[in-house]
Protein backbone atom coordinates (compact mmCIF):
# COMPACT_ATOMS: atom_id res chain seq x y z
CA UNK A 1 0.00 0.00 0.00
CA UNK A 2 1.49 3.70 -1.08
CA UNK A 3 1.68 5.74 1.85
CA UNK A 4 -0.03 9.50 1.41
CA UNK A 5 3.81 10.99 2.19
CA UNK A 6 4.90 9.72 -0.78
CA UNK A 7 1.48 10.74 -2.94
CA UNK A 8 2.42 14.25 -1.96
CA UNK A 9 6.06 14.09 -2.70
CA UNK A 10 5.34 12.51 -6.54
CA UNK A 11 3.24 15.79 -6.85
CA UNK A 12 6.01 18.40 -5.96
CA UNK A 13 4.38 19.17 -2.32
CA UNK A 14 7.58 18.67 -0.36
CA UNK A 15 7.88 16.50 2.76
CA UNK A 16 6.75 14.91 5.79
CA UNK A 17 5.12 17.96 7.58
CA UNK A 18 4.49 20.01 4.40
CA UNK A 19 0.94 20.30 3.22
CA UNK A 20 0.27 21.26 -0.25
CA UNK A 21 2.62 22.93 -2.73
CA UNK A 22 4.37 26.14 -2.37
CA UNK A 23 2.38 29.33 -3.05
CA UNK A 24 -0.83 27.28 -3.23
CA UNK A 25 -4.23 28.47 -1.99
CA UNK A 26 -6.93 26.85 0.05
CA UNK A 27 -10.27 28.17 0.06
CA UNK A 28 -12.08 29.19 3.11
CA UNK A 29 -13.47 26.18 4.98
CA UNK A 30 -16.92 26.18 5.06
CA UNK A 31 -18.61 24.93 8.72
CA UNK A 32 -20.37 22.01 9.01
CA UNK A 33 -23.53 22.71 10.79
CA UNK A 34 -23.72 18.67 11.00
CA UNK A 35 -20.29 18.52 13.25
CA UNK A 36 -21.47 17.98 16.54
CA UNK A 37 -19.38 20.59 18.04
CA UNK A 38 -21.01 23.04 15.78
CA UNK A 39 -22.04 26.33 17.26
CA UNK A 40 -23.95 29.16 16.60
CA UNK A 41 -22.54 31.57 18.89
CA UNK A 42 -19.55 31.26 16.66
CA UNK A 43 -20.71 32.59 13.86
CA UNK A 44 -20.27 36.52 13.03
CA UNK A 45 -17.75 36.55 16.40
CA UNK A 46 -15.34 39.07 16.90
CA UNK A 47 -12.06 38.29 18.90
CA UNK A 48 -10.00 40.34 20.79
CA UNK A 49 -6.94 40.27 23.11
CA UNK A 50 -7.76 39.91 26.76
CA UNK A 51 -4.94 41.18 29.82
CA UNK A 52 -5.94 39.15 32.93
CA UNK A 53 -5.37 41.49 35.82
CA UNK A 54 -2.64 41.45 37.75
CA UNK A 55 -2.28 39.59 40.87
CA UNK A 56 -0.63 40.96 43.71
CA UNK A 57 2.49 38.93 42.69
CA UNK A 58 2.70 40.08 39.57
CA UNK A 59 1.56 43.63 40.37
CA UNK A 60 4.86 43.88 42.44
CA UNK A 61 6.85 42.24 40.28
CA UNK A 62 5.62 44.27 37.57
CA UNK A 63 5.26 48.20 38.73
CA UNK A 64 9.19 47.97 40.74
CA UNK A 65 10.71 48.13 37.17
CA UNK A 66 8.43 50.57 35.60
CA UNK A 67 8.51 52.71 39.14
CA UNK A 68 12.27 53.10 39.18
CA UNK A 69 13.20 53.71 35.64
CA UNK A 70 10.32 56.69 36.74
CA UNK A 71 13.01 57.72 39.35
CA UNK A 72 15.93 57.32 37.53
CA UNK A 73 15.19 59.53 34.70
CA UNK A 74 13.61 62.26 36.78
CA UNK A 75 10.65 63.05 34.95
CA UNK A 76 7.67 61.49 32.35
CA UNK A 77 8.32 63.69 30.39
CA UNK A 78 11.78 62.31 29.76
CA UNK A 79 11.26 58.47 29.59
CA UNK A 80 8.90 56.55 28.09
CA UNK A 81 7.91 53.05 29.90
CA UNK A 82 5.62 50.64 27.81
CA UNK A 83 4.87 47.03 28.06
CA UNK A 84 4.89 44.74 24.48
CA UNK A 85 3.38 41.57 24.42
CA UNK A 86 4.20 38.90 22.28
CA UNK A 87 1.87 35.50 22.76
CA UNK A 88 2.53 34.74 26.45
CA UNK A 89 5.52 36.87 26.93
CA UNK A 90 5.66 40.43 28.77
CA UNK A 91 9.11 42.47 28.16
CA UNK A 92 9.78 45.81 29.50
CA UNK A 93 10.61 47.92 26.87
CA UNK A 94 11.64 52.01 26.59
CA UNK A 95 9.98 53.53 23.74
CA UNK A 96 12.64 55.89 22.07
CA UNK A 97 10.97 59.42 21.90
CA UNK A 98 10.13 61.65 24.53
CA UNK A 99 6.69 60.84 26.64
CA UNK A 100 4.29 62.64 28.37
CA UNK A 101 2.42 61.50 31.34
CA UNK A 102 -0.34 60.48 29.81
CA UNK A 103 1.61 57.77 28.10
CA UNK A 104 2.72 56.92 31.74
CA UNK A 105 -1.27 56.42 31.96
CA UNK A 106 -2.02 54.62 29.21
CA UNK A 107 0.45 52.16 30.21
CA UNK A 108 -1.25 51.17 33.19
CA UNK A 109 -4.14 51.16 32.44
CA UNK A 110 -3.17 48.26 29.56
CA UNK A 111 -1.49 46.36 32.39
CA UNK A 112 -5.04 45.78 33.62
CA UNK A 113 -4.81 46.63 36.95
CA UNK A 114 -8.25 45.46 38.58
CA UNK A 115 -8.66 45.66 42.20
CA UNK A 116 -4.60 46.48 42.43
CA UNK A 117 -5.28 50.03 41.80
CA UNK A 118 -4.61 51.05 45.37
CA UNK A 119 -1.67 49.31 45.50
CA UNK A 120 0.23 52.06 43.09
CA UNK A 121 0.51 54.72 45.61
CA UNK A 122 1.22 52.07 48.13
CA UNK A 123 4.43 50.51 46.42
CA UNK A 124 5.80 54.39 44.85
CA UNK A 125 5.81 55.60 48.29
CA UNK A 126 6.76 52.18 49.50
CA UNK A 127 9.82 52.75 47.58
CA UNK A 128 10.36 56.60 48.01
CA UNK A 129 10.83 55.87 51.22
CA UNK A 130 13.93 54.67 50.93
CA UNK A 131 15.18 56.82 48.27
CA UNK A 132 16.14 60.55 48.24
CA UNK A 133 13.32 63.60 48.92
CA UNK A 134 13.82 63.98 44.88
CA UNK A 135 12.29 60.89 44.67
CA UNK A 136 9.70 61.91 47.01
CA UNK A 137 8.50 64.70 44.95
CA UNK A 138 8.22 62.67 41.85
CA UNK A 139 6.60 60.57 43.41
CA UNK A 140 4.00 63.21 45.09
CA UNK A 141 3.39 64.86 41.24
CA UNK A 142 2.92 61.33 39.84
CA UNK A 143 0.11 60.49 42.33
CA UNK A 144 -1.38 63.80 41.39
CA UNK A 145 -0.82 62.69 37.54
CA UNK A 146 -2.81 59.14 38.06
CA UNK A 147 -5.41 60.41 40.08
CA UNK A 148 -8.85 61.03 37.87
CA UNK A 149 -7.21 58.93 35.49
CA UNK A 150 -5.98 55.92 36.05
CA UNK A 151 -7.13 55.84 39.80
CA UNK A 152 -9.32 57.73 41.40
CA UNK A 153 -9.44 59.68 44.76
CA UNK A 154 -11.46 56.41 46.79
CA UNK A 155 -8.51 54.60 45.31
CA UNK A 156 -5.68 57.07 47.16
CA UNK A 157 -7.92 56.82 50.22
CA UNK A 158 -7.62 53.34 50.51
CA UNK A 159 -3.78 53.55 49.65
CA UNK A 160 -3.29 55.69 52.61
CA UNK A 161 -4.91 53.82 55.05
CA UNK A 162 -3.02 50.95 53.86
CA UNK A 163 0.34 52.79 54.31
CA UNK A 164 -1.06 53.80 57.67
CA UNK A 165 -1.73 50.21 58.94
CA UNK A 166 2.02 48.99 57.03
CA UNK A 167 3.81 52.11 59.10
CA UNK A 168 5.49 49.67 61.67
CA UNK A 169 6.92 47.48 59.23
CA UNK A 170 8.00 50.12 57.43
CA UNK A 171 9.92 51.73 60.13
CA UNK A 172 11.94 48.58 60.51
CA UNK A 173 13.53 49.61 57.17
CA UNK A 174 13.02 53.34 57.30
CA UNK A 175 13.05 54.89 61.10
CA UNK A 176 11.90 57.98 59.31
CA UNK A 177 8.84 56.38 57.56
CA UNK A 178 5.84 57.89 59.96
CA UNK A 179 7.37 61.31 59.44
CA UNK A 180 7.79 60.94 55.78
CA UNK A 181 4.59 59.29 55.76
CA UNK A 182 3.01 62.33 57.15
CA UNK A 183 4.15 64.60 54.91
CA UNK A 184 3.03 62.16 52.08
CA UNK A 185 -0.56 62.83 53.19
CA UNK A 186 0.00 66.51 53.70
CA UNK A 187 0.42 66.72 49.70
CA UNK A 188 -2.09 64.73 48.79
CA UNK A 189 -4.45 66.34 50.62
CA UNK A 190 -2.82 69.86 49.45
CA UNK A 191 -2.70 68.66 45.80
CA UNK A 192 -6.07 67.61 46.55
CA UNK A 193 -6.76 63.80 45.88
CA UNK A 194 -7.30 63.20 48.96
CA UNK A 195 -9.86 65.18 51.36
CA UNK A 196 -9.70 67.81 53.63
CA UNK A 197 -11.43 65.57 56.41
CA UNK A 198 -9.12 62.78 55.86
CA UNK A 199 -6.88 63.42 58.92
CA UNK A 200 -10.11 64.05 61.17
CA UNK A 201 -11.70 60.69 60.76
CA UNK A 202 -8.59 58.73 62.47
CA UNK A 203 -9.37 60.98 65.37
CA UNK A 204 -9.56 58.71 68.51
CA UNK A 205 -9.13 55.49 66.67
CA UNK A 206 -5.33 55.43 66.20
CA UNK A 207 -3.55 52.63 68.83
CA UNK A 208 -0.52 52.64 66.54
CA UNK A 209 2.24 54.75 67.73
CA UNK A 210 3.69 55.14 63.98
CA UNK A 211 0.21 56.28 62.67
CA UNK A 212 0.03 58.66 65.32
CA UNK A 213 3.14 60.02 64.39
CA UNK A 214 2.57 60.04 60.34
CA UNK A 215 -1.24 61.81 60.99
CA UNK A 216 0.48 64.69 63.76
CA UNK A 217 3.34 65.28 61.00
CA UNK A 218 0.65 66.00 58.18
CA UNK A 219 -1.77 68.22 60.94
CA UNK A 220 1.35 70.25 61.43
CA UNK A 221 2.03 70.47 57.77
CA UNK A 222 -1.31 71.91 57.14
CA UNK A 223 -1.85 73.98 59.74
CA UNK A 224 1.09 75.85 58.25
CA UNK A 225 -0.67 76.32 55.08
CA UNK A 226 -4.33 77.94 55.54
CA UNK A 227 -6.89 76.53 53.48
CA UNK A 228 -5.01 73.37 52.44
CA UNK A 229 -3.25 74.84 50.01
CA UNK A 230 -0.82 72.88 47.66
CA UNK A 231 2.27 72.55 49.39
CA UNK A 232 4.99 72.12 46.70
CA UNK A 233 7.66 72.38 49.16
CA UNK A 234 6.43 69.73 51.39
CA UNK A 235 9.73 68.00 50.41
CA UNK A 236 12.69 70.70 49.46
CA UNK A 237 15.05 69.88 46.83
CA UNK A 238 18.53 69.16 48.02
CA UNK A 239 22.00 70.69 46.42
CA UNK A 240 23.67 73.96 46.16
CA UNK A 241 21.61 74.69 42.51
CA UNK A 242 18.99 76.33 44.47
CA UNK A 243 18.18 80.09 44.01
CA UNK A 244 18.66 82.12 47.40
CA UNK A 245 15.01 83.35 47.96
CA UNK A 246 13.82 79.53 47.49
CA UNK A 247 16.28 78.73 50.48
CA UNK A 248 15.05 81.31 52.94
CA UNK A 249 11.71 80.36 52.03
CA UNK A 250 12.72 76.37 53.18
CA UNK A 251 14.63 77.56 56.20
CA UNK A 252 11.15 80.00 56.61
CA UNK A 253 9.38 76.55 56.64
CA UNK A 254 11.32 74.64 58.86
CA UNK A 255 11.08 76.87 61.78
CA UNK A 256 7.76 77.38 61.67
CA UNK A 257 7.16 73.54 61.78
CA UNK A 258 9.60 73.16 64.65
CA UNK A 259 8.02 75.62 66.43
CA UNK A 260 4.50 74.17 66.34
CA UNK A 261 6.36 70.54 66.66
CA UNK A 262 8.40 70.83 68.63
CA UNK A 263 10.68 68.12 67.16
CA UNK A 264 14.12 69.36 67.38
CA UNK A 265 15.49 66.03 65.82
CA UNK A 266 13.17 66.26 62.52
CA UNK A 267 14.10 69.94 62.53
CA UNK A 268 17.77 69.00 62.04
CA UNK A 269 17.51 66.10 59.56
CA UNK A 270 15.21 68.78 57.23
CA UNK A 271 18.40 71.04 57.43
CA UNK A 272 20.82 68.27 56.44
CA UNK A 273 18.34 67.38 53.69
CA UNK A 274 19.11 70.82 51.90
CA UNK A 275 22.92 70.18 51.48
CA UNK A 276 23.61 73.44 51.70
CA UNK A 277 25.79 73.91 55.00
CA UNK A 278 27.18 77.34 54.07
CA UNK A 279 23.86 78.33 54.26
CA UNK A 280 22.88 77.36 57.89
CA UNK A 281 23.78 80.88 58.92
CA UNK A 282 20.26 81.45 57.35
CA UNK A 283 18.99 79.14 60.09
CA UNK A 284 19.85 81.58 62.70
CA UNK A 285 19.37 84.87 61.35
CA UNK A 286 15.58 83.64 60.31
CA UNK A 287 15.18 82.71 63.93
CA UNK A 288 16.77 85.84 65.27
CA UNK A 289 14.94 88.12 62.69
CA UNK A 290 11.57 86.47 63.67
CA UNK A 291 11.93 87.01 67.48
CA UNK A 292 13.08 90.46 66.73
CA UNK A 293 9.55 91.03 65.04
CA UNK A 294 7.50 89.27 67.76
CA UNK A 295 8.72 90.87 70.48
CA UNK A 296 5.97 93.27 71.23
CA UNK A 297 3.66 91.15 70.98
CA UNK A 298 5.57 88.94 73.42
CA UNK A 299 6.32 91.55 75.22
CA UNK A 300 2.48 91.96 76.13
CA UNK A 301 2.29 88.10 78.10
CA UNK A 302 6.30 88.57 79.65
CA UNK A 303 6.67 91.92 80.60
CA UNK A 304 10.45 91.54 80.70
CA UNK A 305 10.82 90.54 77.18
CA UNK A 306 12.79 93.39 75.80
CA UNK A 307 15.56 93.04 78.59
CA UNK A 308 15.88 89.35 78.74
CA UNK A 309 16.04 89.54 74.50
CA UNK A 310 19.09 92.01 75.52
CA UNK A 311 20.99 89.63 77.40
CA UNK A 312 20.47 86.91 75.61
CA UNK A 313 21.44 88.77 72.23
CA UNK A 314 24.68 89.90 73.76
CA UNK A 315 25.62 86.97 75.46
CA UNK A 316 24.91 84.87 72.08
CA UNK A 317 27.27 87.80 70.58
CA UNK A 318 30.12 87.31 73.14
CA UNK A 319 30.05 83.58 72.69
CA UNK A 320 30.61 84.10 68.68
CA UNK A 321 27.43 82.48 67.85
CA UNK A 322 25.75 85.29 65.88
CA UNK A 323 27.53 88.22 64.24
CA UNK A 324 27.74 92.08 65.41
CA UNK A 325 25.22 93.12 62.64
CA UNK A 326 22.41 90.60 64.57
CA UNK A 327 23.17 92.00 67.42
CA UNK A 328 22.67 95.21 66.64
CA UNK A 329 19.33 94.63 64.61
CA UNK A 330 17.74 93.65 68.40
CA UNK A 331 14.53 96.03 69.31
CA UNK A 332 15.32 97.71 72.27
CA UNK A 333 12.62 100.00 74.54
CA UNK A 334 13.60 102.40 77.05
CA UNK A 335 13.22 100.60 80.56
CA UNK A 336 12.34 102.21 83.49
CA UNK A 337 15.46 102.72 86.57
CA UNK A 338 14.44 103.22 89.93
CA UNK A 339 15.77 104.09 93.06
CA UNK A 340 15.24 101.28 96.34
CA UNK A 341 15.60 102.85 99.82
CA UNK A 342 18.55 101.06 101.15
CA UNK A 343 20.45 101.14 97.92
CA UNK A 344 22.10 104.15 98.41
CA UNK A 345 20.45 106.24 95.98
CA UNK A 346 21.89 104.31 92.99
CA UNK A 347 20.18 103.12 89.83
CA UNK A 348 18.31 99.53 89.96
CA UNK A 349 17.78 97.65 86.91
CA UNK A 350 14.69 95.36 86.23
CA UNK A 351 14.55 92.65 88.07
CA UNK A 352 13.78 89.04 86.40
Known amino acids: MVEWIDIFRWCGAGGKGV ?40 FEKTLTPII ?34 RQFQEMLRDLNLGEMKSGVPVLAVSLALEGKASHREMTSKLLSDLCGTVMSTNDVEKSFDKLLKDLPELALDTPRAPQLVGQFIARAVGDGI ?42 GSGGG ?43 VYEGYERIYNEIPDINLDVPHSYSVLERFVEECFQAGIISKQVRDLCPSRGRKRFVSEG ?10
Open 19 to 58: WGTPGQVYDVEEVDVRDPNYDDDQENCVYETVVLPLDETA
Open 68 to 101: QEYFEHGDTNEVAIGFVYSGRERSLVRLERPSES
Open 194 to 235: LCNTYIDSYKGTVDCVQARAALDKATVLLSMSKGGKRKDSVW
Open 241 to 283: QQSVNHLVKEIDMLLKEYLLSGDIAEAEHCLKELEVPHFHHEL
Open 343 to 352: DGGRLKPESY
